[in-house]
């Protein structure tokens, strides 16, 4: 009885997590909300080799404010344990705008405290990051060629020196002594030997080291998605590859995977090159490491996956791999098919749209209802007959600089429409890099994990103590098993009503103020983290049904 | 208005300073030099000390300053006596001088420094982009502190060597014996400074082996055989003077005991988390060694017994050092880890800001860190024999030092 009050209590608590920042190629977390009475966004992007500094942007409208107070807070140690803050410096050309550096030292769950101080009073609010080595980088030729001529002339001059160590140097002005010619040769003969014995010697330390990073490096999980026909159509297998032992022994075992939004896995299939079809489904667990789901009749060809997921203590990731769609049964060839597919969506949440190719000369599919994709600043009309707008005032997109991205949307009669919540948020949107470097799944409230704040919030207050002890991974994974079955069974509007409940949010907060101005706004902020063209898909709810839309952007450096 | 600038009576003084200093017969290169090699050790001190204490430090921090500082005071005046031996030196002083690469001429001692020079300032960006590849570091040996390593070490051995061949070369005909006395008594004086700095840096880059907590474990005795007799009678083969090991170990002793009295005066602050440990004033380095017991030990055999066979003075030297050593170290050990130690003088209370202070065994010694039975035996037998090594290849390095002429 008490491993089954653990176990629940564990999983509720677990539940609370809203971790949102799974990505590939986009390492930066943002934040936008309050701080006391400062409205602020912030924008952290973590080192990439540990230890290192993390760069820190906050962006404000507030006004008052004397200064910005940056720390980081280890969840190991809390806020007893960290160093005075650093000053976030403000820019100069960029009102509201401020700039701070962060030293991360180790490995693990942390957070960036921002703390403002100004005239109505001070405000704080904390940012939580993971911090991982992830980079492994070459070294310049400049650089490089610079260190090899040193080292070559340093190697010389060793060998002279020591040559003449045992011969000239030995010898009083004046004096004759024998050999020393060959003395000389033999010393610097030994200098050679042993100056490239030590050489290698320090090369293969220096592999050893690379090697011990490499070890301690993040490496992403593996996959293998396939499909298989069955009787009731085809479905995808995703299969997470077992190998993660090896390069990842610690790891928490998969059995220890939550939901999040009420899904185990959010996953997106986006078509390799044109991009033009995209769906966002939810495969359900057969065992611990493999998930199926009735693959939406989605056109031919090469798809990118991606598979958020989030494990016990809220380390949330992006699980890569592609997939190939071949001998699809449904039709896309001719514009005047209306073939409709017999797809039972294995999840009542699994949504797919089919739009315009992002490059024009790519052909367009042929199906009825094509999405247009739209561009900032530029109405653009929805399936539904309601129209979205990307709030932009015509101003270029910069990479590595924070944009609320907000978009608005208007009924068919051109009132601002009437949103709903879908899984427990307002939107959902994932951007993604037309080569696919890029990938991130965003909500409205910015891309951290509130689980990880919320943990370390409760450690500085001194409610939480070590981390709490996992029950055993066979009734975990049947508890969670049967809290997300629990989950389906109820209606939409209870199931909406729950996963906000768990976010700390309830309808009226959410539709109503604070992150949302109104019903029909939804904003994501984000910062692109590489110039170069995107696509971005957006995902709403209205009368009942999904609203997928998608723009393109081009960001520039 | 000041006039005594140019007047008659300050000129004469300036030449006639400049003509004693010139007279002894001592270029300016050698002070330079060893002030270079204090340098250099003062700011590797400070520099753990700082990462013990601060944490966070850039390319340009006060400590690495120092470090910088001695390379760059070494190679421009060691760079200097090359050049202008080589192009505007008389045939005396390029004949006092080793010849090389065709045109240049320059002191045996001065290549060293100019070596040690441009390692040290090759290693900057080596490490900057190591920083950045591999994280900002956290250990004290990694490639490119070994560059930076080898680099501080040649230029105090470059240090060294340059007083040495003066040392060992004709004192100037003209002085007077008043002066060949002075001038035998400063060189003396430099050499022994100059090797105390070296012994300083030698402990230094093993103090991993070398802390409280290792002192009754075998792998303590072992480095320190390595190390020390090695060092040791070297300095007692090459110097001229009677106690030279002793003295050397002295100045060894003396440097580390200032470092551990000064810096812990000064304040400091962490300031990278995770902090265990909240100080406010910088941690000291270790306190040293008790070095100049066993080194007594050196100067008296090599005063007695320095004639007979290198070998047979390796083998008596060697087992000797490393009882000494032993029976010194061992019950210190257990001092270091008394409340008494926990003072300014000794200054064991310093503990890295990043570590738990309340761990058990902050002043006390865990199960394995000693060494115990066949284990300790064992090891001290090893030791032992790596002693009689280290001490004949002291012997053959300090004979072949004191051949040093250029």
Not at chain 2, 17 to 42: D, Q, W
Not at chain 2, 208 to 215: A, K, N, P, S, T
Not at chain 2, 251 to 262: C, R
């Amino acid at each position: 009885m008490k491993k089954l009050i653990t176990t629940i209590f564990t999983i509720t608590l677990l539940l609370i997590v809203n971790p949102v920042n799974s990505h590939v190629g986009s390492p930066g977390v943002i934040f936008e909300g309050e701080a006391g009475k400062y409205k602020i966004m912030v924008n952290v992007n973590p080192p990439d080799v540990i230890p290192g500094t993390a760069n820190v942007q906050i962006y404000t409208t507030s006004e008052g404010i004397e200064k910005i107070l940056l720390r980081p807070i280890y969840w190991y140690t809390g806020d007893k344990g960290s160093p005075r803050a650093e000053e976030a410096l403000l820019l100069k050309d960029t009102p509201g705008q401020y700039q701070g550096e962060v030293w991360m030292m180790e490995n693990g769950a942390a957070s960036i405290e921002v703390k403002i101080i100004g005239e109505n009073g001070e405000g704080t609010v904390l940012v939580p990051i993971m911090a991982v080595s992830t980079a492994q980088k070459e070294m310049e030729p400049t650089l490089g060629w610079i260190l090899a001529g040193l080292g070559i002339f340093l190697v010389i001059l060793m060998i002279t020196i020591i040559g003449n160590s045992v011969s000239d140097a030995t010898v009083a002005p004046g004096e004759v002594k024998a050999n020393l010619k060959r003395k000389k040769r033999i010393g610097m003969a030994v200098a050679t030997v042993i100056l490239a014995l030590i050489l290698y010697g320090g090369m293969n330390w220096w592999n050893l080291w690379a090697e011990r990073y490499q070890r301690f490096m993040f490496k992403p999980f593996q996959a293998n998605s396939s499909i298989k026909d069955t009787e009731s159509g085809k479905k995808m297998i995703f299969q997470i590859d077992s190998s993660y032992l090896k390069t990842r022994p610690n790891s928490l075992s998969f059995k220890y995977m939550i939901p999040d939004h009420g899904k185990l896995i959010h996953m997106f299939l986006i078509r390799e090159g044109s991009l033009d079809a995209f769906a966002h489904v939810h495969p359900t667990r057969v065992d611990s490491l493999t998930f199926e789901l009735n693959l939406p009749p989605l056109p031919n060809g090469k798809y990118f996956v991606f598979a958020d997921i989030v494990r016990g203590q809220g380390f949330h990731e992006t699980i890569a791999d592609t997939l190939e769609i071949t001998e699809q049964e449904v039709k896309f060839q001719l514009a005047s098919n209306k073939e409709i597919p017999t797809w039972q969506p294995s999840d009542t949440d699994d949504t797919y749209i089919i739009s315009n190719p992002v490059l024009p000369e790519q052909t367009m599919l042929a199906t009825s209802n094509i999405v247009t994709c739209g561009k900032p600043g530029i109405k653009t009309p929805l399936p539904d007959g309601s129209s979205a707008i990307w709030e932009n005032d015509g101003e270029s997109l910069q990479a590595n600089r924070l944009y609320p991205m907000t978009f608005s949307i208007f009924d068919p009669d051109g009132e601002p429409a009437e949103l709903e919540p879908y899984m427990g948020m307002m939107g959902h949107a994932v951007v993604m890099k037309h080569d696919g470097s890029v990938y991130i799944h965003l909500h409205p409230v910015g891309n951290y994990s509130s689980a990880t704040q919320d943990l370390i919030q409760r450690r500085i207050s001194g409610d939480e103590g070590m981390p709490r002890k996992f029950p055993p991974a066979e009734q975990f994974k049947d508890s969670v098993d049967q809290v997300i079955a629990g989950i389906q069974a109820m209606s939409e509007k209870d199931r909406n009503d729950y996963l906000m409940e768990l976010m700390g949010h309830n309808r009226e907060t959410i539709q109503g103020e604070g992150e949302h101005e109104g019903h029909s706004v939804v904003t994501f902020p984000y910062a692109f983290p590489e110039p170069g063209n995107y696509r971005i898909w957006i995902q709403m709810k209205r009368n009942g049904k999904v609203l997928n839309t998608a723009f393109d952007a081009v960001v520039t450096e | 208005m000041d006039l005594s600038i140019n007047s008659p009576e300050a000129t004469l003084k300036k030449s006639h300073s400049k003509a004693i200093a010139g007279n002894l017969g001592i270029p300016l290169f050698i002070y330079a030099t060893a002030i270079a090699s204090l340098s250099i050790i003062i700011g590797l001190i400070w520099d753990i000390s700082w990462h013990t204490s601060v944490g966070r430090d850039g390319l340009l921090s006060p400590p690495h300053l120092f470090i910088y500082l001695g390379a760059v005071i070494s190679g421009f005046f060691s760079g200097y006596q090359v050049l202008k031996t080589s192009f505007w030196g008389s045939r005396e002083e390029k004949d006092k001088s080793v010849k090389f690469w065709g045109v240049f001429y320059g002191s045996l001692g001065g290549l060293f420094c100019i070596w040690g020079c441009f390692a040290m300032l090759t290693s900057a960006p080596f490490d900057d982009w190591w920083h950045n590849t591999y994280g900002l570091d956290v250990t004290i040996l990694s490639p490119p502190h070994t560059v930076l390593a080898l680099g501080m070490f040649m230029v105090q051995f470059g240090a060294m060597i340059s007083v040495l061949a003066l040392q060992n070369q004709e004192a100037p005909s003209h002085l007077t014996e008043k002066q060949k006395k002075l001038r035998n008594i400063i060189l003396r004086g430099i050499f022994i400074f100059t090797a105390g700095i070296f012994l300083a840096m030698l402990f230094t880059i093993s103090s991993e082996y070398q802390g409280r907590h290792d002192m009754h474990s075998v792998s303590f005795y072992i480095v320190g055989a390595i190390i020390y007799p090695l060092f040791l009678s070297t300095v007692a083969c090459a110097s001229k003077l009677k106690w030279a090991a002793t003295y050397t170990a002295g100045v060894y002793m003396l440097i580390l005991m200032l470092m551990v009295w000064i810096l812990p005066l000064f304040p400091a602050e962490p300031l990278l988390g995770p902090i265990r440990n909240f100080i406010t004033h910088y941690n000291a380095f270790e306190f040293p060694l008790l070095m100049v017991i066993p080194a007594l030990a050196i100067d008296f055999i090599m005063q007695r017994k320095g004639h007979i066979n290198n070998w047979l003075l390796a083998l008596i030297i060697g087992p000797l050092f490393l009882a000494i050593h032993i029976a010194v170290q061992w019950p210190m050990g257990n001092f270091l880890m008394t409340p008494l130690a926990q003072t300014w003088v000794f200054g064991q209370e310093s503990w890295y800001f990043g570590a738990d202070p309340d761990w058990q065994y902050r002043f006390a010694f865990a199960d394995w860190m000693e060494s115990s039975g066949w284990e300790l035996v064992k090891g001290l037998l090893i030791a032992a024999v790596i002693a009689i090594l280290s001490t004949r290849l002291g012997l053959k390095w300090g004979t072949w030092m004191k051949n040093i002429k250029r």
